[in-house]
DNA sequence: CAGGTGAATCGTCACGCAGA
DNA sequence: TCTGCGTGACGATTCACCTG
C-alpha cells in the first residue's frame, strides 16, 4: 500500500521535530554558546530515551511563565467550567460529568439524580432531571455511567447505575412517569432495563466480587480495556492540546528574544562607534 | 480530473515517572 | 510495588494543494 512509504518518510512537524527545534532556537538565542552541532548524530534510542526524559509540557510551560513574565501558564487543572455548559454549573453539585459523542452532557449528582443536557441549548433549558429510583442503586460517588455512540435501532443509550439503561427516544414522544417531563425540543430518554444485545463497545459494568465465569472475567478485561483506551484518548487529545500551546508559547518567545537581540546588537554597535577614536 | 504530496489530526502502544 | 498519568512514536485517515 502506498501509505506505507507515504508515512514512513514523512516526519510529523508539529508532534516531534518542531518544538525541538524551537526549543533549540530559544537556547540559541539566550545563550551565547555555540549550538550544539552533534545533535544529529545522536542514534535514535538515545534520542528516544532523551525524549521520554523531558519533563511535561505543563512543567515547562510553567517554569518558563515564571522566569518570563507575560508568558501565560497552562492550567494545573482543568477548571471546572471548561467545556462544561454553565447550566450544570448551576445545578446541584454533580459528582460525575460525561459528554456524549453528540456533544451532550450527562451529569450525575449526589443522589443518583442524572441531569442530561445539551450545549447548544440555553438556560435550564436545555437541562433535564432524572432521578433514579431504584433502591438497590449504589451509594453517591460510585456511578459508573457508560454511553453508546448509537445503538442498532438508532437511538442513543447510556448506562447508568443500578443496571439500567438511559435510552433516547427517537421520536419526542412522552417519557415514562418515573422520568422528569421533558422541555422544549429536547430529545425524552427512557430508562430501561438493558436488553441482552449490547452496542458494539460496550460493555455493562460488573460490580467487584460478583465475577466469576471466565467469560465475565473476559468482559470485566474487555471492559477495563476500553475505559483504558478512552481516558488514554482523551489524555493524548489533552497532551496535544498543552504541546501547541507550548509551541505557541516558544515562537512568542523566539520572536520576543529576537528583538532583544536585534537591540543590543545595535546598542553595541552605537557604543563601538562612539568609543572607537575616528581615524579621519 | 486523477494521482501525488505535504500537513494536520487521531487512536493506540509503550514507557517513564510520581504518588499512593 | 502498583497504578494512573503524560507523552513520544507510529500507523492510519483526511484534506488541501499541485501537477501532468
Known sequence: MWWHQHNLCFRHP??????????????????????????????SHKR????????????????LSSDVPGVPKIEEEKSEGEGTPPNIATMAVPTSIYQTSTGQYIAIAQGGTIQISNPGSD???????????????????????????????????????????????????L????????????PTYQIRAP?????????MAASPGS???????????TRK????LMKNREAAKECRRRKKEYVKCLESRVAVLEVQN???????????????????
Open 14 to 43: 508539529i508532534e516531534e521535530d518542531y518544538s525541538g527545534e524551537l526549543e533549540k532556537k530559544v537556547a540559541t538565542i539566550t545563550e551565547t554558546d555555540e549550538s550544539t552541532e552533534s545533535e544529529g548524530v545522536i542514534d
Open 48 to 63: 528516544r530515551e532523551i525524549l521520554s526524559r523531558r519533563p511535561s509540557y505543563r512543567k515547562i510551560l510553567n517554569e
Open 123 to 173: 438556560g435550564v433549558q436545555g437541562l433535564q432531571a432524572l432521578t433514579m429510583t431504584n433502591s438497590g442503586a449504589p451509594p453517591p460517588g460510585a456511578a459508573i455511567v457508560q454511553y453508546a455512540a448509537q445503538s442498532a435501532d438508532g437511538t442513543q443509550q447510556f448506562f447508568v447505575p443500578g443496571s439500567q439503561v438511559v435510552v433516547q427516544d427517537e421520536e419526542t414522544e
Open 175 to 186: 417519557a415514562p412517569s418515573h422520568m422528569a417531563a421533558a422541555t422544549g425540543d429536547m
Open 195 to 203: 436488553t441482552t444485545a449490547l452496542p458494539q463497545g460496550v460493555v
Open 211 to 221: 465475577l466469576h465465569s471466565p467469560q465475565q472475567l473476559a468482559e470485566e478485561a
Open 225 to 228: 480495556r476500553e475505559l483504558r
Open 262 to 280: 536585534k537591540k543590543l546588537i545595535e546598542e553595541l554597535e552605537t557604543l563601538k562607534d562612539i568609543c572607537s577614536p575616528k581615524t579621519d
